[in-house]
């Protein structure tokens, strides 16, 4: 079993960046695609950035594609999360997932991902 924790979140100001990252520890890191999620108040939780097991591939999601950057360092058992110019729409909780598959075929469905963190807060100002 994955366990993951996510650490980085804060509060910045609109235009802002912020960079998030999600430790993974249990079975082997690398044979995992990732996945980042997050869940504002009163609204579901919605994909973000995928990236699959070797790094080769990501996918975005509309709404941060061109902003947001997602990447792994697999000698470190790490995810990131890269984001800039930051919206206040940007507010919400974002979550590391990780999937049992090395690539997953539908990134932005939630039953593609296996193990979740919990979550860290991230606040954009206006």
């Known amino acids: 079993q994955v366990q993951l924790a996510e650490s980085g979140g804060g509060l910045v100001q609109a235009g802002g960046s912020l960079s998030l990252s999600c430790a993974a520890s249990?079975?082997?890191?690398?044979?995992?695609?990732m996945g980042w999620f997050r869940q504002a108040p009163g609204k579901e939780r919605e994909f973000v950035a995928s990236?699959?097991?070797?790094?080769?591939?990501?996918y975005y999601a509309d709404s941060v594609k061109g902003r947001f950057t997602i990447s792994r360092d697999n000698a470190k058992n790490t995810v990131y999360l890269q984001m800039n110019s930051l919206e206040p729409e940007d507010t919400a909780v974002y979550y590391c997932?990780?999937?049992?598959?090395?690539?997953?075929?539908?990134?932005?469905?939630?039953?593609?991902?296996?193990?979740w963190g919990q979550g860290t807060q991230v606040t954009v100002s206006s």
């Open positions: 249990g079975r082997t890191f690398s044979s995992h695609a």
């Open positions: 997932a990780a999937s049992r598959q090395g690539v997953v075929s539908r990134p932005a469905a939630l039953w593609e991902y296996d193990y």
């Open positions: 990236i699959s097991w070797s790094g080769g591939s990501s």
